[in-house]
């Protein structure tokens, strides 16, 4: 069993690199199996088809995600907790570049067979979003997509830190970021 852990984690990690760095239509199997070390055999064993194996990506990764975020409201309410959310996925962005990547590219994909899928992970990470900004004052029955608006934000605005300004520290960029959701 723990083998088949070994391998299945793997060709997740091979899986997520390679399609953060070509993309997922420029990623082939042959591909993720030489990345992970096994042979194409195992890879069809645990994933049947490239589609299932980045469904099964996806859905670990915005899975966590949004696990993480919960964790990071626990009981704070309004400001706080927005706060506390800008931080944490900006610490996600930073800790795991790759899939933050790859969640910027296929967010708007809707030809894929695991759009469902991430659709509704997606929809479990916003409405952590949604929930600490219904607890402000600038909220107004705009939550929701004042949720999308301020997530995307975070994840462009995490990368855009990650490739052109690392030297900047994660409390600058998150400072920069909750000073423009609080500007009216």
């Keep these: 069993m723990a083998r088949a852990n070994t391998t299945k984690r793997a060709i997740l ?12 239509t420029g990623t082939t199997m042959d591909e993720v199996a030489e990345l992970a070390g096994v042979a194409k055999g195992s890879l069809y064993y645990n994933f049947s088809s490239k589609d299932q194996l980045f469904e099964a990506m996806l859905q670990e990764g915005v899975g966590a995600l949004a696990e993480s975020l919960r964790s990071a409201k626990g009981e704070l309410r309004g400001w706080d907790a927005v ?23 296929e967010i708007f ?16 990470a916003l409405a952590v979003f949604a929930e600490a900004i219904d607890e402000t004052d600038a909220a107004a029955g705009r939550s929701s997509i004042m949720a999308s608006g301020v997530f ?29 959701l609080r500007v009216r």
Aim: glycine residues 4%; proline residues 1%.
């Design 109 to 124: 994909r809707t030809d894929r067979a695991w759009q469902q899928t991430l659709f509704a992970l997606r929809h479990e």
């Design 152 to 180: 995307g934000a975070v994840l462009m605005s995490g990368l855009e830190w990650l490739v052109f300004e690392p030297e900047r520290s994660r409390d600058e960029v998150a400072a920069a970021i909750l000073a423009t």
């Design 13 to 24: 990690d091979a899986a997520l690199e390679l399609a953060a760095t070509k993309g997922i």
């Design 83 to 105: 706060d506390a959310l800008v931080i944490r996925l900006l610490d996600i962005v930073a800790g795991n570049a790759a899939l933050a990547r790859l969640m910027a590219s």
